[in-house]
């Protein structure tokens, strides 16, 4: 099959394989490279984008270790079926733009979105005062008609009026946030758990109750420290695997001693300081998002 390379930009400050990285993903967004498509062989795909094959394996490289790509010995590199991923403590991202991120379609079951008085757990780790309303959103995501997240999510009223209107079959909660109310989503905190599904989680996830999920707890700051969204997610175990990449610390590097990390405004914790899983998150915890792969 004939490969249309990308418009390379030479000069730009952004290196040549993040721009074939990024490529890469639009062919698989846009269904040119569907799922357990097999990619040409280096050479010829290095030929047609115009780089060396030491820049296009960079690229590659990149797209495996973020689950969006895979290789087999012998047989080539593939486009995963239906895989997402994230590494650990990358980026701070809803379930949603992973989604899309890796081409994979989905659709979105709202059952529940109303503005109502917040339950204690949620006023103390939104940081309400008495009185503050939230606006409600219990949501399903489906791919292939399958459920694979259910989510309830609180946002405090004063910050996203009539967010209540918002159709969110449509749109998505984060993206609704920045997009329209101009709010900065910074950084957030989430603490992960283990569970069997019960009651409505078993209900809207389709599994006989005690099937593993995965639970998560969620709250997310905007850039001046205020919460903006605490949320509960339920995914389904059968179609969800956590991953990090890790590294062991150098000598000389000061391992064993307490550093934060750079750029952390000072006073802040290191995600996953002082947390008891499924306890609330210490006030301004530095992002430590979920890395993820759904397997279909």
Known sequence: MAVDGPQ????????????????????IRTGRWPQRYKLPAEEDLAGAVGVSRGTLRKAIAELVREGVLHQIHGKGTFVTAGGIEQPLAQRLSAFSELLEERGIRYSTRVLQQRVEEPAGRVASLLRLEPGQRVVHLARIRLVESCPVAYMENYVPVHLAPRLERVDFTRQGLFRTLEQDYGLTLAWGQRTFEALGAEGEVAEYLELPAGAPVFYIQQVV????????????VWLRGDRFRLSAVIRRPREGRGEGRSREPAGLPRGLQPA??????????PAG???DPVGAKLCF
Not at 272 to 281: Q, R
Request: hydrophobic fraction near 35%; avoid cysteine.
């Open 285 to 287: 915890a530095w992002p």
């Open 8 to 27: 390379l930009d030479r000069t730009s400050p952004v290196p040549l394989y993040l721009q074939i990285k990024e490529w890469m993903l639009d062919q």
């Open 272 to 281: 996953g300081a002082g947390l008891e899983p499924g306890g609330p998150a």
């Open 221 to 232: 700051y905007l850039d001046d420290g205020r919460p903006i969204e605490f949320s509960d």
